[in-house]
């Protein structure tokens, strides 16, 4: 039990801080924040952190998980095991058939 301990310290004192102009450009990368369905029925925050929250209807955390951009595609990894993808096109993300718009 004491080496997986000392392990983790290890592991955690060798995984650099992120930089503050990092965490910056993440937060303003033009793709962070919210997109909504038209009906405003599928909210996807998209959040500085790499993470995403999904919202549907009244369910506020339907689906959470990280994501990565690459240019203008999206790559999403839900905590539950599946994946998805989708594309910015024109400002408005193309996503599992949906189609989501900033508010």
Same mark, same amino acid.
């Given at each position: &039990?004491?080496?997986? %301990?000392?392990? &983790?310290?290890?592991? =955690? +004192?060798?995984? !650099? !801080?992120? *930089?503050?102009?990092? =965490?910056?450009?993440?937060?303003?990368? !033009? #793709?962070?924040? +919210?997109?909504?369905?038209? /009906?405003?029925?599928? *909210?996807?925050?998209?959040?500085? @952190? @790499?993470? #995403?929250?999904?919202?549907?209807?009244?369910?506020?955390?339907? #689906?959470?998980? *990280?994501?990565?951009? =690459?240019?203008?595609?999206?790559?999403?990894?839900?905590? =539950?095991? %599946?994946?998805? /993808?989708? /594309? %910015?096109?024109? /400002?408005?993300?193309?996503?599992?058939? &949906?189609?989501?718009?900033? !508010?």
């Amino acid at each position: &039990m004491q080496r997986v %301990f000392a392990a &983790m310290i290890v592991a =955690t +004192l060798l995984i !650099p !801080p992120a *930089r503050a102009e990092e =965490t910056e450009l993440k937060a303003n990368h !033009p #793709y962070v924040g +919210l997109w909504v369905t038209q /009906d405003g029925h599928i *909210r996807h925050e998209l959040l500085p @952190s @790499s993470r #995403y929250i999904e919202a549907r209807g009244t369910r506020e955390r339907a #689906y959470e998980g *990280r994501y990565e951009v =690459t240019g203008t595609h999206i790559e999403y990894w839900d905590d =539950t095991g %599946f994946t998805a /993808d989708g /594309d %910015f096109i024109d /400002d408005v993300l193309h996503h599992a058939g &949906m189609i989501l718009y900033r !508010p």
